[in-house]
């Protein structure tokens, strides 16, 4: 199975301001995801990180607030943007390799100020 | 979209006790995953079960495609088993897990 790195694991950070988390698995994967976990809530997905061409957002999220990026088959970067508190939560990237279960990082904890 | 719920939403037992948690959901489905969350938010791949029974030491999955629903058993209860535990699906041509609201369990010594 895929092991999925990510980093920061948390950080505090002020209103405003953006953060771009960074994922990275130990091999080529045909999908990544990226989700966010508000307090004490489900996982939701934010969208589908495509290599080479635009990600795929899910509805209530949009490409200005969260940017994602995927120069290649095992990296992707999602950037949460002028951040207010509600934005505060954890991320999470996900990837699946074929007929694979999909499997997660660690997570981003992300609190803002 | 396909729709998945959780019972208990929340479960509190004794070390040792047994117990069941189970994931109904609305339509077909590729794959069903459950994971669990520690208190850490670290989540942990149990099962991938889209039809079937697996077992894992003491816990155990079974899914009943046909009737939408899978359960998960875990047996002798132990503290480090406390978090939350999610039951996630993926149904038609996408990959993207859609998720439970998960059941909170609390194991006390």
């Known amino acids: 199975s895929a092991v999925i790195s990510q980093k920061p694991s948390r950080d505090i950070c002020q209103r405003g301001t953006s953060l771009t988390i960074q994922c990275q698995v130990d091999s080529q994967v045909t999908m990544m995801f990226w989700y966010r976990q508000q307090p004490g809530q489900s996982l939701t997905l934010i969208a589908t990180?495509?290599?080479?061409?635009?990600?795929?957002?899910e509805s209530g999220f949009v490409i200005d607030k969260f940017p994602i990026s995927r120069p290649n088959l095992t990296f992707s970067t999602l950037t949460v943007s002028n951040m207010s508190p509600e934005d505060s939560s954890i991320y999470l990237c996900?990837?699946?390799?074929?007929?694979?279960?999909?499997?997660f990082g660690d997570g981003t904890r992300l609190s803002i100020l | 979209g396909i729709q998945v719920e959780q019972s208990p939403p929340d479960l509190i037992l004794q070390e040792g006790a047994n117990s069941t948690l189970r994931c109904n959901f609305s339509?077909?489905?590729?794959?069903l995953q459950w994971f669990h969350q520690n208190p850490w938010g670290q989540l942990i791949n149990l099962f991938y079960?889209?039809?079937g029974t697996k077992q894992n030491g003491r816990l155990s999955a079974t899914t009943v495609a046909t009737e939408r629903y899978s359960l998960l058993y875990i047996s002798s209860s132990q503290t480090t088993d406390s978090g939350v535990y999610f039951c996630?699906?993926?149904?038609?041509?996408?990959?993207?897990?859609?998720f439970g609201a998960g059941t909170r369990l609390a194991v006390h010594p």
């Open positions: 996630a699906v993926v149904s038609g041509g996408y990959n993207k897990l859609i």
């Open positions: 996900s990837a699946k390799i074929s007929n694979q279960p999909q499997h």
């Open positions: 079960i889209p039809s």
């Open positions: 990180a495509n290599q080479g061409s635009e990600a795929t957002y």
């Open positions: 339509d077909s489905v590729n794959n």
